[in-house]
């Protein structure tokens, strides 16, 4: 494999034609940032590992969480990955340091992407976000620090029952809405946001039910898919010198799973919008 520059080496990306793109997350969440990665970057080969075996992430310590993260990175890499997105919140925020330190690929995470399109959006210059994320996540701070470094205010808000509901595929079910204007009722008692970041890569599947939900209470607050936003980032990276795709050609893609390989490709259809094909099973440790 060829060892790759850091991040800060602009000639790294532009050298690369055809990149090899590792993406990475605990489970299955992860599937939408590769699904806004494949027709974004189109002449890119995709690797995909969900940690399956070991999640959720968010129930451990940090010093396991970057343990796994690591282990899945190094992996990836050692696939033939000269880029690694990481996308999964509790990793990004409990562990990116130690994935950037025990790897020698440029590693983008999904916390700073969905900032940093909070704040091109919010015209305010002290403006509100709220950040609707996963118990772990929420605890980290990650996002509300990140906000902070750019000037925004956030509100960190659980919401732990909404990742079951999505795997159980209830994304437009009377269970889900109502589940959410629970939660985005109690969170508008708390701030007057003017931008709501999904700070959960299982949340995109459900962002119009979000967006539909805040208008039904009065809120006028923009919807941030950070799955997007980490995706735009990506290109912007790895988009000098790549040669042009066809049009209407795909992306080539495949996938690895530490357990559960059947679910991994019933659920990855949901995620991805798409058959998922033949997952991969893989043991990298306990």
Avoid at 95 to 106: C, F, N, T
Avoid at 119 to 146: F, M
Avoid at 157 to 162: D, H, K, S, T
Avoid at 220 to 246: R, Y
Wanted: with cysteine; aromatic share 6%.
């Amino acid at each position: 494999m060829n060892s790759a520059s850091p991040m800060t080496d602009a000639a790294w990306a532009a050298s690369k034609r055809n990149p090899v793109v590792g993406v990475f997350d605990s489970g299955f969440g992860g599937l939408t940032v590769l699904r806004a990665l494949l027709p974004r970057i189109a002449s890119a080969n995709y690797i995909y590992l969900g940690d399956t075996a070991r999640l959720p992430y968010g129930a451990k310590s940090q010093a396991t969480i970057a343990r796994y993260a690591v282990e899945s990175a190094r992996f990836l890499e050692e696939r033939g990955c000269e880029y690694l997105v990481i996308a999964c919140n509790t990793a990004t925020a409990l562990a990116l340091e130690d994935i950037r330190r025990a790897v020698k690929v440029p590693v983008l995470g999904v916390i700073e992407p969905g900032v940093q399109a909070a704040r091109r959006t919010i015209a305010e210059a002290d403006g509100e976000v709220l950040v609707l994320a996963t118990t772990a996540t929420v605890q980290s701070h990650a996002y509300r620090e990140a906000c902070a470094a750019v000037g925004l205010r956030a509100t960190e808000v659980a919401c732990p029952l909404l990742v079951p509901l999505v795997e159980e595929g209830w994304t437009d079910h009377a269970v889900t809405r109502e589940v959410l204007r629970i939660y985005l009722s109690e969170a508008l008692r708390k701030c007057d946001p003017q931008a709501v970041l999904l700070g959960c890569t299982h949340y995109p599947l459900i962002a119009g039910a979000i967006e539909q939900t805040l208008r039904d209470l009065g809120s006028a607050a923009v919807v941030i898919d950070s799955a997007e936003a980490t995706a735009e980032a990506a290109e912007a990276e790895l988009a000098t010198g790549m040669e042009a795709h066809a049009p209407g050609a795909e992306a080539k893609f495949e996938c690895f799973a530490t357990d559960s390989v059947e679910k991994f490709e019933r659920l990855g259809s949901l995620f991805l919008r798409r058959s998922i094909g033949q997952v991969h099973l893989l043991d990298i440790g306990g």
